[in-house]
T-cell receptor, first 117, second 111 residues
């Protein structure tokens, strides 16, 4: 149980275009989803917290107009990288927590490797 | 923001040996969690230890927590090549719902 599906796994786009990444909880409802960014051989950097039906909470230094997050249902959150630039190339990972205890473990998607050319 | 620091950053051992990774954190916590990440993949939850626990076991994993020193260790016994991965500790920010991850330890098990 507790499977999180993230799509696409890899995407290459041209500079200036937008890319949408989907994160779905397949067998549980997720009131909260988290979006992380990871650079090679580095830790995960939390970008934003996505709550179903409300605006996302962005971490300091993360541009909300550039990284648009939508959490329209209890099973789907999307991250759109707008007007992508080569420096946005990175590994983006979503995670989800089910209903209940906020201290419960997170369930992660398999990540999206974004390359902006 | 609170962030764990892990030690060592990289560890390479022979199959069958034990691997120990350490994590330190900065503020009070309710629990500490360990995750594993295979290269190019998402993270998988391994074990959660609560602040009132000192040690916890799960299969070949043993986790300790010393809240007085604000540190935790993850021991993998009888390592296997398949244990090769990065291991991260993570702590919830007090009163908040988000997890902050340490820098991770890259573990390589040589056959």
């Amino acid at each position: 149980g507790a499977v999180v599906s993230q799509h696409p796994s890899r995407v290459i786009c041209k500079s200036g275009t937008s890319v949408k990444i989907e994160c779905r909880s397949l067998d549980f409802q997720a009131t909260t989803m988290f979006w992380y960014r990871q650079f090679p051989k580095k830790s995960l950097m939390l970008m934003a917290t996505s709550n179903e039906g409300s605006k996302a909470t962005y971490e300091q230094g993360v541009e909300k107009d550039k990284f648009l997050i939508n959490h329209a249902s209890l099973t789907l959150s999307t991250l759109t990288v707008t007007s992508a630039h080569p420096e946005d190339s990175s590994f983006y990972i979503c995670s989800a927590r089910g209903l209940g205890n906020i201290d419960s473990p997170l369930h992660f998607g398999n990540g999206t490797r974004l390359t902006v050319t | 923001s609170q962030q764990g620091e892990e030690d060592p950053q990289a560890l390479s051992i022979q199959e069958g040996e034990n691997a120990t990774m350490n994590c330190s954190y900065k503020t009070s916590i309710n629990n500490l969690q360990w995750y594993r990440q295979n290269s190019g993949r998402g993270l998988v939850h391994l074990i959660l230890i609560r602040s009132n626990e000192r040690e916890k076991h799960s299969g070949r994993l043993r986790v300790t927590l010393d809240t007085s020193k604000k540190s935790s260790s993850l021991l993998i016994t009888a390592s296997r090549a398949a244990d090769t991965a990065s291991y991260f500790c993570a702590t919830p920010i007090q009163g908040a719902q988000k997890l902050v991850f340490g820098q991770g330890t890259r573990l390589t098990i040589n056959p």
